[in-house]
């Protein structure tokens, strides 16, 4: 992967804060070139916080759920219904035509400057 697409797809102020999604994009997309040949689609899904058990024990007060809400553009978590919806677009005939993809489904917590 280069530089510029890096810079394209994270922007140059978020090269620290989301370093963690770079080798994801990365691997996806190098998968993808050696597989495509064999008819093997690789995507990954680079998902923001989602409404779960184990986060609800992190976010334990309103003010901590608050807090990582508000660090998304949408101001809310995922339901663990929409992050599926993301997955099975993605395994469906509707992105036949999709590879090497690093889908954000973050509801916008990767565009949020802190």
């Known amino acids: 992967m280069t ?27 190098a998968l993808a070139v050696e597989f495509g040949a064999k008819g093997i689609r690789v ?11 184990m986060g609800r024990e992190v976010a334990s007060t309103p003010e901590s759920l608050a807090f990582v809400q508000g660090l998304h553009a949408l101001k809310r978590l995922a339901t663990p219904a929409e992050q599926a919806k993301s997955v099975l677009y993605l395994a469906s005939d509707a992105s036949s035509f999709t590879t090497g993809t690093a889908l954000l489904v973050d509801g916008g917590v990767s565009l949020n400057r802190i």
Do not use: C, E, M, V
């Not at 995507?43 to 058990?53: E, K, Q, V, W, Y």
């Open 43 to 53: 995507n990954a899904i680079l998902a923001g916080g989602t409404d779960r058990p």
């Open 3 to 29: 530089r510029s697409l890096l810079l394209a797809t994270f922007g140059t102020n978020h090269s620290q804060k989301h370093w963690w999604r770079r080798p994801w994009a990365g691997l996806t997309q």
